[in-house]
């Protein structure tokens, strides 16, 4: 299947682009059912108002990409480097998904949402968090450094490790993992 330069609301199907390196592409409103593109170079794409359902995005690199309320829904994003991504907003958002091994570095996730997915040993390292929703989402292994995480929710989520270089307020941790950081404060509990 060939990939058009630019489009708006259309729907692809089962394409299979695979390792490949695709160019300045521009999609609106457009959809991407079970397409593969795993390790594939996307330079200097714009992706605005896109959803993928049940892509392979595995290792997939950005490569000063733009992308704008874009949804991904039981999509495999193992390996992903984010901060290649020119300019990804907080309107990006994953539902049952595989974000393992990614990091997202530096990047303005204010209002960030993930539901329902795995992200084990995924970096935050110097993200704008806030009001970020972590909603029954597997982080085993997964950091935050020095994340702004104030008025953010790991509601029902587990494994949620938090650096004490984050800054918290009004952030919702499970119980498990609430009484895992009361040490942070000299809190022991008996």
């Known amino acids: 299947m060939r990939l058009p330069l630019d489009d708006e609301d259309a729907t692809f199907s089962d394409g299979d682009w695979t390792g490949e390196r695709l160019e300045r592409r521009s999609f609106v409103g457009c959809r991407f059912e079970r397409c593969r593109f795993g390790e594939t170079r996307l330079e200097r794409w714009t992706l605005d108002d896109c959803t993928f359902v049940g892509c392979d995005l595995a290792v997939v690199r950005w490569g000063d990409s733009t992308l704008r309320d874009v949804h991904f829904v039981d999509c495999k994003l193992t390996g992903v480097d984010w901060t290649e991504a ?70 029902g989520s587990s494994g949620v490790a938090l650096d004490p270089s984050c800054r918290l307020g009004k952030t919702t941790l499970g119980m498990q993992d609430a009484l895992g950081h009361l040490h942070r404060l000299g809190i022991a509990v008996e």
Do not use: M, N, W
Not at 134 to 153: E, H, T
């Open 86 to 155: 020119h300019d990804l907003t907080l309107s990006v958002r994953f539902t049952r998904c595989t974000l393992d091994y990614g990091s997202f570095i530096r990047l303005p996730l204010k209002g960030l949402r993930v539901e329902e997915s795995t992200g084990a040993d995924v970096q935050f390292a110097d993200c704008d968090l806030r009001e970020a929703r972590f909603d029954r989402v597997r982080l085993d292994g997964a950091s935050f450094l020095r994340c702004d995480l104030r008025g953010a929710s790991f509601a």
